[in-house]
Nanobody, 116 residues
Framework: QVQLVESGGGLVQAGGSLRLSCAASGIFFGIYTMGWYRQAPGKQRELVARITTGGDTNYADSVKGRFTISRDNAKNTVYLQMNALKPEDTAVYYC??????????WGQGTQVTVSS
């Protein structure tokens, strides 16, 4: 069964840190580009960060310098280290697995709330 399971969300004060994890099962993890997206109430889902099979990364401008995406292929897990969190980072964060010519795979999401 193909599954992405996120964890690590929660409530944190502005300036704090959280580390999100996404554990994949049922896929050959190493051939997928992995990404983190987020969706705030009333807004569209947006890309936060993405890491390719080769380890290349890209970030939304709003999180550059504060968030770091990484992957551990041996553990089938992708991480998002979030530092210097701001209230505007409040959203549901979704893990995504993507490869050419295949449907994207999504996790169920984890809530991140940053209080001011």
């Amino acid at each position: 069964q193909v599954q992405l399971v996120e964890s690590g969300g929660g409530l944190v004060q502005a300036g704090g840190s959280l580390r999100l994890s996404c554990a994949a099962s049922g896929i050959f993890f190493g051939i997928y580009t992995m990404g983190w997206y987020r969706q705030a109430p009333g807004k569209q889902r947006e890309l936060v960060a993405r890491i390719t099979t080769g380890g290349d990364t890209n970030y939304a401008d709003s999180v550059k310098g504060r968030f770091t995406i990484s992957r551990d292929n041996a553990k089938n897990t992708v991480y998002l280290q979030m530092n210097a969190l701001k209230p505007e980072d409040t959203a549901v964060y979704y893990c995504n697995a993507d490869r050419p010519s295949r449907s994207s795979i999504w996790g169920q999401g984890t809530q991140v709330t940053v209080s001011s």
